[in-house]
């Protein structure tokens, strides 16, 4: 009767463990799909303007904060355009701006284009290519409006 207990034990430990690896692999797997949607593709403004992606899909917008643009609206809502060069893209962000975030300074946004705005819910400011995005570098390198650090550096 004692050899039939340990052969039942031991099939129900196989059967737990078997359980626990189905769980593991089906959780691993929600999560990785919950990851990939909320991995934010990189845009620049003339990819924007070009294919302007649906309102539901968060993403990061790169570029310039275009001269002249930049106005503080009722509030804490800001309204600026961000460009690359060939293209600029009206943005809003309500919420406090980075110190460093001004006019002709390189901007990160993340957000939604809604009714052909960018409405950000995370601004950060780039001062200069050791803290700009690659992707910002390439689209601006890419529309020819990129200026290396050390060419500021030599004005100064």
Do not use: C, W
Not at 72 to 80: A, D, L, N, S, W
Not at 125 to 152: C, R
Request: aromatic share 6%.
């Amino acid at each position: 009767m004692a050899a039939g207990m340990k052969g039942l034990k031991k099939r129900r430990r196989v059967q737990v463990i078997v359980v626990m690896a189905v769980a593991l692999a089906v959780s691993t797997t929600l999560v990785g799909i919950a990851m990939k949607d909320g991995i934010n593709f990189f845009r620049s403004p003339a990819q924007v303007a070009e294919a302007p992606p649906s309102p539901a899909e968060t993403f990061r917008i790169g570029g310039l904060v275009e001269e002249g643009t930049l106005a503080r609206g009722q509030g804490e809502t800001i309204r600026f355009n961000v460009t690359d060069g060939a293209a600029s893209i009206p943005v809003t962000y309500t919420g406090v701006l980075p110190d460093l975030f001004g006019e002709g300074e390189g901007m990160v946004g993340t957000g939604r284009y809604i009714d052909g705005t960018f409405e950000a819910t995370e601004i950060l400011a780039k001062h200069d290519e050791t803290y700009m995005p690659a992707e910002v570098i390439d689209a601006l390198k890419e529309q020819g409006v990129y200026q290396p650090p050390d060419a500021a550096l030599a004005t100064n």
